[in-house]
């Protein structure tokens, strides 16, 4: 039973424009949610953060949305570069009484310069 | 710079033959974690040390095992593979366990089962 979905496993957007990778969630306890971008041959490493207290949190060009009656997040990125080219992956969090982050499958993102 | 380090990068072993995956850390981190990453598929935790307290999670494979002989090493196992178990395999550290720590990933281990 997946609780964390990406369901575009790929995405084509052309630099400066807006890419938007949706993540879907099922458990409702989850209250912390997390992006990872991986670069090939390289480990996720950390984007941004979102708690579900919080509706968006901003970093830069990121902005994460949070939409918990739809238990959907979304990542936004404004402008895109090709150096975002990279696997986008969400991960969700039930802050009290576990240690687990769930992750999503992903999403390959392509910025086309 | 603080960091994850994972060795070898590229692992081949044979069908049964025991292999070890190595995983060091800079962070002094409390907590390290093994997962296992298929092909288009979410990374799937293994087990994690909270320093030397050992957890493994319900669904992994006896097959598999680990070892954290210090804070800052920590070994994953794998007894007897199978075709099944060839897999990118991820380590990666965090302070503690609760709350919003975040998790740290090394480059990964892949792993090819011949």
């Known amino acids: 039973d997946q609780q964390v979905k990406q369901n575009s496993p790929s995405l084509s957007v052309q630099e400066g424009r807006i890419s938007i990778l949706n993540c879907d969630y099922t458990n409702s306890m989850f209250d912390y949610f997390l992006w990872y971008k991986k670069y090939p041959a390289e480990g996720p490493t950390f984007l941004i953060s979102i708690s579900s207290i919080k509706d968006k949190n901003e970093d830069g060009r990121f902005t994460v949305f949070l939409n918990k009656s739809a238990k959907h997040l979304s990542l936004h990125i404004v402008p895109s570069q090709p150096g975002d080219s990279a696997v986008y992956f969400c991960a969700a969090k039930a802050l009290s009484g576990t240690y687990k982050y769930i992750f999503g499958t992903g999403t390959r993102l392509k910025v086309l310069a | 710079d603080a960091m994850v380090i994972q060795n070898p990068r590229y692992q081949v072993t044979q069908f049964g033959k025991p292999v070890t995956l190595s995983c060091s850390q800079t962070l002094n981190h409390n907590v390290m974690y093994w997962y296992q990453q298929k092909s288009s598929q979410a990374p799937k935790l293994l087990f994690h040390y909270y320093d030397k307290d050992f957890n493994n999670e319900a669904d992994t494979p006896d097959n598999f095992q680990s070892r954290r002989p210090n804070t800052s090493f920590c070994f994953l196992d794998i007894r007897s593979p199978g075709l099944g178990d060839a897999a990118m395999y991820l380590c990666?550290?965090?302070?503690?366990?609760?709350?919003?720590?975040?998790?740290?990933f090394g480059p990964g281990t892949r792993l090819t089962v011949l």
């Open positions: 990666a550290t965090s302070r503690g366990l609760a709350g919003r720590d975040t998790q740290y």
